[in-house]
C-alpha cells in the first residue's frame, strides 16, 4: 500500500504529466473503440434522425471518420505542429460530441426501456467519462506533447477510425 502511494505521488507531482491528459483521454477513447468497433455508430445513429440515417447509409462511415479526424487534428496539433489555438478547437469539438452523444444514448436506451445491454451502459458512460476529462484537462493544463507520443496516438486513432468505418454500414 504504502509502495502504491508513493509511486501516485512520484507521477502526479511530475510537472510535465498535464498537457498529456487530453491525449490520453483520446488514446483511451480510441484503444476502447477497437474491441467495440461499433460505439461512434451508436453515438451517430442516437443524435441524428432515422429517416436521415436510413436515406443516406453511407453517411455512417464518413461522420466516423470525422469524428476521429478532429481527434487525430488535436493531436497533430498538440505535438507534431504545435499551435495551441488549433488544438484547442479541434480538442474540444472532439470531446463535445463525445461527451453529448453518450450521454444522449443512455438517456434514450432509459426512455425506451432497453435494459438488455447493460454493457451500453458502462462502454457509453466511459466514453463520456473520458471526454468530461478531457475537456477539463483542455481547460486548465493544455501544452504541448512529444512528437512521438502524439505521432503514436495519432495511429491508435486512425486505426480504431478505420475499424469502425468499415464496418459501420454492415448491419444496413
Known amino acids: 500500500m504504502r509502495k502504491a502511494y508513493i509511486i501516485g505521488r512520484v507521477i502526479f507531482c511530475m510537472p510535465g504529466w498535464k498537457p498529456y491528459v487530453p491525449a490520453v483521454c483520446i488514446g483511451l477513447q480510441a484503444f476502447l473503440n477497437v474491441p467495440f468497433y461499433g460505439t461512434p455508430v451508436?453515438?451517430?445513429v442516437t443524435i441524428l434522425p432515422a429517416s436521415l440515417v436510413g436515406r443516406f447509409p453511407p453517411l455512417l462511415p464518413i461522420l466516423t471518420l470525422g469524428y476521429f479526424s478532429l481527434g487525430v487534428l488535436h493531436l497533430y496539433y498538440s505535438g507534431v505542429s504545435f499551435d495551441p489555438g488549433r488544438a484547442k478547437l479541434f480538442g474540444y469539438s472532439y470531446f463535445s460530441i463525445g461527451l453529448l452523444s453518450p450521454l444522449a444514448v443512455i438517456f434514450s436506451s432509459l426512455w425506451a426501456g432497453d435494459y438488455e445491454t447493460p454493457l451500453l451502459f458502462v462502454v457509453m458512460g466511459l466514453w463520456a467519462l473520458l471526454s468530461l476529462v478531457g475537456i477539463v484537462g483542455l481547460k486548465k493544463w493544455a501544452g504541448e506533447l512529444e512528437g512521438l507520443t502524439s505521432i503514436t496516438l495519432m495511429f491508435l486513432t486512425v486505426f480504431s477510425a478505420v475499424i469502425s468505418?468499415?464496418?459501420?454500414?454492415?448491419?444496413?
Request: glycine fraction near 18%.
Open 42 to 44: 451508436i453515438l451517430f
Open 165 to 172: 468505418a468499415s464496418t459501420a454500414g454492415l448491419g444496413r
